[in-house]
C-alpha cells in the first residue's frame, strides 16, 4: 500500500520550468513526512514548517535496526550541462517510494548558496524530480553552510591574532596571558590546553611547574605565516576576494600578509562534516584540522590555537542533517555539500547512516556522488565508505546519448550555446563510439565489487536504436542491467524500471567490498593505483609535489585516503581528452592536506576555489512577491 | 491569576555563574509560551524546540487590537563595565509577568556572535534575569544576522564585479549581457531595471528603442571606486580584515582596490531590518542602499545593480523576529541588533509593534536602546518611533551607584581591573555629586514628554543612604518616580517595585511625544539640535564633514532624521568628561549616511567597527559536552 504522503503529479507537456512545477505543488508539512517514517516529535527539530533536522541521537535508538539497500549514483564523464545525475537520484526515489511501495530515502548534499546569484542557478533536481521547497532547498536551508563561514573565520582570525600576539610578547607575558593567575595566584590550564602539553609531550597539570623551554614550546606556536594553508571563506560568489591582502590598518602593526578567500562549501570544515561519524569524532576532527606548520615544521592545529572547542559548538546544530521531501512526497535527506575537486564530493555519511535505519531491511537509501563516476564513486568508495564502513549494493551511472555521442567524436558543447546538430537527430555510431567512456566507467565501479546499474536519462530527441546501442554496449562492458528512464518529464513514474532494475541489483548483489588501494601503501603508491585507475600510464610530480609528499610522510600523515583534484571532464587531466583516453602521464602540480576531514589532496591542475559573477547575474530575475511571500525568479 | 507558563525560581546567594543559572532552569516549550500569548501554530514557524519565527502577518490578523504600554529602557552614562540595562529589561518584565500577573512581551536586540568568543562574552541578561536557552540566544538563533551577512556580501561582491565589467566592455556589449536576445531575437527588461530606467527618466519599455545616449545611461552605472562606501561584513572578531587590498588575482586585471571588513551587525542591513515596518518597505528600503557614488555624483543605489530583490529574497525570513523566554517563562521577542553609534542601536519596530498587538490593552512591551539614555533613547524617540509612528508611556533610565559615584569624580573604572574602595564603600556624597550625570538624562528625556521611571539597579554594596540620595536626586530632577531593584539577586520578585511605579507611570501618561528636531531642518541645525540637547555650546565641522552635508543635501538626503556616531561614556565626545559636562564643542569629523535604513551618521571621533581578539579569546573556555550536546564555558 503507498504511504499516505504520497503524492501523484499531473504531469504536462512540454515539461513546464522548474519553478514552475516546484510552485505547482504543496508541501506537505514535514512532520508528516517525518511520521510516516517513524520518528516521533523527540527525534526532530523543526524548521519551519517544511525543514526538519533529524537528531543524531536516533542513530542510538536505531541501533539494533537492520540496514536497507545503500545505492551510489554516480555518472559518465559529462557534458558542461550536466546529464542529470541529481533529477535521477530523485526520480529513482520517487519511482521506489510512490511506484514500488518501498521504503525510499534520497540523500542529497546541500548546495552552496553563492552560486544561486551567479550563472547556474539551483541544484535541487529538474522538472518532475525535484527537491520542494526548491527555494529553501537552494538558500539558507537550516543553516549549516552559515555555521561553516562563521567556524572557519573564527579559525582563520585565532590564527592571525596568534601570530599578532606571539609577534608582540615575551614568552613570559604570552603565558601569563594564556594562564592567567586567579585572585588567590593560583593559574589554572584550560582543558583544551592539556591537548597541546600532551602533544608536546608535558604530563605536568600545574602551570606554575613549567620550565622556561616548556613554557616557550607550550606558548609560542611559532606560526611560519608562508606555510599558513587556511583561508577565509564567504558563500558568495566574490571573485575580488580570490587574493587579497589582510592586515593593513594602523592597529595590525605592519603585520600584512597575501591570502584569499574561498567560497564555504570549499572549507575543510565542510569536509569534515561530510565524513563526521559523531559528535565526538566531529570534536576530534575540528581539532586536528592542520592549518600550517611551525617555523621548525610540526603541523599547528585547531586545537593548539584552542579553538577547537568553540569551532564544535559552532557546528553543533549543523551535525543534524535535514529533512525534505521530494515533488511526490518521499522523504530526502540533505546534509553537506563538499567540493568534489579538492573535497571528496559526496554528502554526509551521518545522513546515510540515519537513512538506513529509518528505511531498514528490504528499503533503499540512495545517494549521490559528485562529478563522473571516476572521481564521484571512487571517492565514494575509498574515503566515504572506508570512514562510514558501510557497503554498497549497487551502484548508478547515470548516462545520456548527448554526453556519449561527445566522447565519440562529437562537437564541442558550450554552456550557454544551442547544441550541434550531431547532438539532436539520429547518430547512433557517435553513441556507439562514445559508448567507450561508460564501458570504462563500468568497470572501474565494477571493480569495487558492487553490481552496476546503467540509468539512460532520456532526452526527447533520442531514439530508440541509439537507446538500444548503449544498452548493448553497457551490459558487454559488465552492467547489471542498463534501463532508459524519463523521470524529468514524468517523475518517479518515468524511473520504475530503473527501480525495479536497482531492486534487483541490490538483492543480488554477494561480493564483497574492495577498496581501490590498501590505505597502509605510501603517498605515491595510492596515487599511482588511481592514476592507473583513470587510464593513465604513469605520474609525473612537480618538485612542489614532491616536497609536499615527503613533509606529510615525515610529519606521519601516509596513511590518509587519497583524494584526486582533477577535472571532471576527462578521466585524463586534460578536459578536451574525451572518450577513455590511456597512455597519458597525470601530472601532480602540488598536494595538499585536510587533515581533520582525513585526506591527501593531490592538484592535478588548477582549481577555482570561488566563483565570480557574470556581467548580468541570475539575481537580476530573483525578487519577493511582497503580498504573498513567495519568491520569484530562482533557476 | 498567573499564567501557567510561569516558573517560580529558588534563588541561591551568593548568585552563581550566569551560565549555572541558565543550565539549572529547562526552559518550556516555545509552543507553549506562543500559546500563553494567543499564537496559533500558523502563527509562527518552530526553529528547534525553544525558538520560534512569529510571522509578520500576525499584524495583519491583530489589527484592531489596541496596542499595550509601551516602556523603552535607557540608563546613565555607564562605566565600562554596563550597568544592568539588559539584565533590567528582563527583570522588569519577569515582575510583571510572573508576580503582577500582567501581559508582557520584552523585546530584545539580537547579540552579535562575534563577541561572544572574543572578550566579552554572550548578551542574555544576567543573574536570574536572563534569557534561555542562553547558548543559542548568543550563537546563531534563527540565522538573522547569517542572512544580513550574506545579503551584505552579495551586494559587495556585485560592486566590485559590476566595475570589472564596465571596464572590459564597449555600451553595446554591456547592454547587450544585461538585455541579453533571447531565441527569436527579442530582448526584454527584467522588472528591476525598470527602477533604475525610472531613475534616469527613461520611460521606454522596448529595450531596442534606447538611444545609445539612453544605453549608456541604463547600462554603465560608471561607479567612482573612491566613493564606495559600502564594505564587507562577518561575524567574526577578526581585525587583520580591517582594513585589506582585494582584487589582487591575475583574473582581475590589475583592478587592486583597498577596502575592509565591519562586523556583521554594523552592516546597514542589520539598520534596515531594525527599522522597517514590511516586507514591502524592507524590499524598498534594500534597494535604496546607496552604495557610493558615480564619477559624475550621482548615487548609486543596490536597485541600479539589479541586487535589490535579491536581497529581500535572502532577509524574507530574517524579518520575522524570534520568540524566547526568560528564567520565569514570560516571553521575549530576540530581533535585530543594529550598532549603537554608527547606526541607532535599537532592536526592531516589527518586534515592538507584533508585541504591543500581543498583549494588548494593559499589557506591557519593555524594549530596551542601546548605550546611555544620551544616545539609546534619543535615537529611540528621533529615529525609530519617528519611522515607527509608535508612542512610549514610561522611559526607564537605570542607574547604578557604582557609575553615580564615578560621574561625582571616583576614580577611573577599567574593566578586568579590581574596583577602587570608593565603589564598594559608602561615600553618600560622590553619589550625590555623581547625581548630576542622572539628572541631565532625566531632563533630556522628559523633554521628550515621557514620564521617567528611575531604576536603580542595586549592588550589595551599595547603601540605604547611597541609594536615598540617588531618589532624591531623581525626583527633584523630575522624575515620575525613583526604585531601587535587585532583579540581579531575585529575579523578578527583584523587580516588582519598579513594575509596579512602571505601571503608575503608563496608566499616567498624558503628553503627546515631541522629537527634538522636526525632519525639515537642515542636517546642521538637526545637528546642532542634538548637540545642544548634550549640553555642546556649539558644533565644530571638518571640511570632511562640510563636503559630506553638501553632498547629502544636494543629493536629496537632508530630511532624513540624524543618528551621532558619539562615544557613550560621557555627553561630550571626550569619553574622560564625565557628569554632565558643558561648554564643549563637539566635532563633526565625517558625515556619513545609511539612505536605505534612512538615517544621516556624524562622526564624532573614531569608532572601531570590527573588534579583536585578545591573547587568551573565551574561546578556550568553550566546548560541547559531547556526551550530552550541551555547550560548556559560555560566559
Known amino acids: ?139 539558507h536551508l537550516t543553516g549549516d553552510i552559515h555555521a561553516i563561514t562563521a567556524a572557519n573565520n573564527l579559525l582563520a582570525a585565532a590564527i592571525d591574532t596568534r601570530i599578532f600576539h606571539e609577534n608582540s610578547q615575551s614568552d613570559k607575558a604570552l ?59 564567504m558563500d558568495v560568489n566574490d571573485r575580488f576576494l580570490r587574493k587579497i591582502t589582510v592586515g593593513q590598518g594602523p592597529e595590525e602593526k605592519g603585520m600584512v600578509r597575501e591570502t584569499g578567500f574561498d567560497i564555504s562549501v570549499a572549507s575543510e570544515i565542510m569536509a569534515v562534516l561530510a565524513l563526521t561519524t559523531s559528535l565526538a569524532d566531529m570534536r576530534e576532527r575540528l581539532g586536528r584540522m592542520v592549518i600550517g606548520n611551525s617555523k621548525s615544521g610540526e603541523p599547528i592545529t585547531a586545537d593548539d590555537l584552542g579553538v577547537g572547542g568553540a569551532l564544535t559548538v559552532l557546528m553543533k546544530d549543523a551535525i543534524h542533517p535535514t529533512l525534505m521531501q521530494t515533488l511526490e512526497g518521499t522523504p530526502v535527506l540533505v546534509h553537506a555539500g563538499p567540493f568534489a575537486n579538492i573535497a571528496h564530493g559526496n554528502s554526509s555519511i551521518v545522513a546515510d547512516k540515519i537513512a538506513l535505519k529509518l528505511v531498514g531491511k528490504g528499503g533503499f537509501v540512495v545517494t549521490e556522488a559528485g562529478f563522473g563516476a571516476d572521481i564521484g564513486t571512487e571517492k565514494f568508495m575509498d574515503i566515504k565508505c ?145 592514476a592507473k585507475f583513470y587510464g593513465a600510464s604513469g605520474v609525473e610530480y612537480s618538485e612542489q609535489a614532491e616536497k609536499q609528499i615527503e613533509m606529510y610522510t615525515k610529519q606521519g600523515f601516509s596513511s590518509l585516503p587519497i583524494c584526486m583534484a582533477k577535472t571532471q571532464y576527462s578521466f585524463s587531466h586534460v578536459p578536451s581528452m574525451k572518450g577513455a583516453p590511456t597512455g597519458f602521464v597525470l601530472p601532480i602540480r602540488d598536494v595538499r592536506a585536510s587533515i581533520g576531514a582525513g585526506f591527501i589532496y593531490p592538484l592535478v591542475g588548477t582549481m577555482s576555489t570561488m566563483p565570480g559573477l557574470p556581467t548580468r547575474p541570475c539575481f537580476y530575475q530573483i525578487d519577493v512577491d511582497t503580498a504573498t511571500g513567495k519568491v520569484m525568479g530562482l533557476s
Not at 512545477?21 to 517525518?34: H, K, M, T
Not at 539494533?64 to 541529481?86: C, M, R
Not at 510512490?98 to 533536481?125: E, N, W, Y
Request: charged share 20%; aromatic share 6%; glycine share 8%.
Open 175 to 233: 603565558f601569563n596571558r594564556l594562564c592567567p593567575a586567579n585572585k588567590e595566584g593560583k593559574r589554572h590550564f584550560a582543558d583544551i590546553m592539556f591537548r597541546r602539553l600532551t602533544k608536546l609531550g608535558v604530563s605536568k597539570t600545574d602551570p606554575n611547574e613549567l620550565t622556561p623551554d616548556e613554557i616557550r614550546r607550550f606558548a609560542r606556536l611559532d606560526i611560519d605565516p608562508e606555510s599558513i594553508t587556511w583561508r577565509r571563506v
Open 1 to 139: 500500500m503507498p504511504s499516505p504522503t504520497i503524492r501523484r503529479l499531473d504531469v504536462a507537456s512540454p515539461v513546464p520550468a522548474d519553478i514552475d512545477i516546484a510552485n505547482s505543488v504543496e508541501p506537505l508539512p514535514i512532520a508528516d513526512i517525518a511520521a510516516e517514517l517513524g520518528l516521533r516529535p523527540e527525534h526532530y527539530d523543526l524548521y519551519g514548517k517544511y525543514k526538519a533536522k533529524v537528531l543524531l541521537s536516533v542513530l542510538d535508538e536505531l541501533k539494533a535496526q537492520q540496514d536497507g539497500y545503500y545505492v551510489v549514483v554516480g555518472g559518465i564523464t559529462p557534458t558542461p550541462l550536466g546529464e542529470g545525475k541529481s533529477t535521477t537520484t530523485v526520480g529513482l526515489c520517487q519511482a521506489l517510494g510512490a511506484f514500488l511501495d518501498k521504503k525510499v530515502v534520497t540523500c542529497l548534499r546541500q548546495p552552496s548558496q553563492g552560486p544561486t546569484f551567479g550563472i547556474k542557478g539551483g541544484a535541487a533536481g529538474g522538472g518532475y524530480s525535484q527537491v520542494i521547497p526548491m527555494d529553501e532547498f537552494n538558500l
Open 386 to 530: 572506508r570512514y562510514s564502513g558501510l557497503v554498497p549494493q549497487c551502484a548508478i551511472i547515470v548516462a545520456t546519448i548527448r554526453a556519449l555521442k561527445m566522447h565519440g567524436g562529437g562537437p564541442e558543447v558550450v554552456a550557454g550555446k544551442p547544441l550541434d546538430h550531431a547532438y539532436v537527430s539520429e547518430n547512433v555510431a557517435l553513441v556507439e563510439a562514445g559508448c567507450i567512456n561508460l564501458a570504462k566507467h563500468i568497470s572501474n565501479t565494477r571493480s569495487y565489487g558492487v553490481n552496476v546499474v546503467v540509468a539512460i536519462n532520456k532526452f526527447a530527441s533520442d531514439t530508440e536504436a541509439e537507446m538500444k546501442a548503449v544498452h548493448s554496449a553497457a551490459m558487454a562492458a559488465g552492467a547489471f542491467d542498463a534501463v532508459v528512464c524519463t523521470h524529468h518529464a514524468h517523475g518517479g513514474k518515468g524511473a520504475v524500471e530503473l527501480g525495479l532494475a536497482v531492486q534487483r541489483a541490490c538483492e543480488s548483489q554477494a561480493e564483497p567490498l574492495k577498496f581501490l588501494y590498501p590505505l597502509e601503501s605510501s603517498i605515491k603508491e595510492k596515487i599511482e593505483s588511481i
